[in-house]
């Protein structure tokens, strides 16, 4: 017995419009894609690109005081401050005893006069006192020993680790400024020489060495001092030697004892503190 036309014709229908559903509907993976799985450690990882390229780029600054009244500042000029680039590898890095004494030994060169880290600890030292805190340091210069003078602003929050105070000062000598965080200002700035071109008209030069010929008990030296005068401070900032002073009215010595440069200028910035009664 043969199958009805009727039903064989039903069901071909019933298969021609399935088939035709389906080239109607998208594929699977065309009407639903899954969402990419979330990177947890992505977010993490962005913001530490970020700290560590604000770390390069800028520096933070601190807070100025607001004081309306003009009053005499400090201005220090650190001399002799041992901070040189050398490629060592593949990457440029102020040189140092600790961490390139192999390296300099094969330049011809001695390890034990390259401590960079004389200048860091003496600019923590001008940094950290209450004198700069109340708003009362002017300007700090350094001169290197291959003669790169630089200017530091008086509002600059320095580093506090060696490692990051190093990588900061080889980018200054390489790039020759460093701007603030989010600014254009130019809180680190290669400026040419001499210093004296900088330093305010009138003001006293006061050099400090061991081996000065005429000694002052510092608190009482710096008492006496004019108020409107502005004072300007040159200590050397290297392991051995002793400044130039041909550009100082007075060349002094304020111990019986060497000292170093961090200690020197706490000693300074005591005076100053004790003159001008800042708490």
Not at 12 to 27: I, N, T
Not at 170 to 181: F, G, M
Request: charged share 30%.
């Amino acid at each position: 017995m043969g199958r009805p036309y009727a039903v064989k014709g039903r069901k071909k229908k019933r298969k021609l419009d399935e088939a035709a559903a389906l080239d109607a509907a998208p594929p699977a993976e065309e009407a639903e894609e899954p969402s990419p799985p979330e990177d947890v450690g992505g977010e993490d990882k962005g913001e530490e690109e970020e700290e560590e390229h604000a770390a390069v780029e800028g520096l933070p600054v601190v807070p100025r005081p607001v004081d309306g009244k003009r009053r005499p500042g400090a201005i220090f000029v650190l001399e002799r401050a041992c901070l040189e680039v050398g490629k060592v590898g593949k990457t440029m890095h102020i040189l140092n005893s600790d961490d390139h004494a192999n390296y300099l030994r094969k330049q011809n060169r001695n390890p034990a006069d390259y401590r960079p880290d004389i200048i860091h600890q003496a600019l923590l030292a001008i940094f950290d006192s209450p004198l700069t805190k109340a708003g009362r340091l002017q300007a700090v210069y350094v001169r290197t020993e291959k003669g790169v003078l630089f200017e530091i602003k008086p509002y600059v929050r320095m580093p506090r680790t060696f490692k990051r105070f190093c990588g900061l000062m080889s980018q200054l000598l390489q790039k020759l400024s460093i701007t603030a965080v989010g600014k254009r200002e130019k809180l680190l700035n290669v400026v040419k020489n001499p210093v004296t071109r900088y330093l305010p008209v009138g003001a006293r030069k006061v050099g400090l060495s061991f081996s000065a010929e005429k000694s002052v008990n510092l608190s009482d030296y710096v008492a006496k001092s004019c108020d409107d005068e502005p004072l300007v401070f040159v200590v050397g900032a290297m392991a051995h030697g002793k400044i130039d002073k041909e550009y100082t009215d007075d060349y002094i010595q304020i111990c019986n004892y060497p000292l170093s440069a961090a200690c020197c200028l706490n000693r300074i910035c005591s005076a100053l503190e004790q003159k001008w009664n800042i708490q």
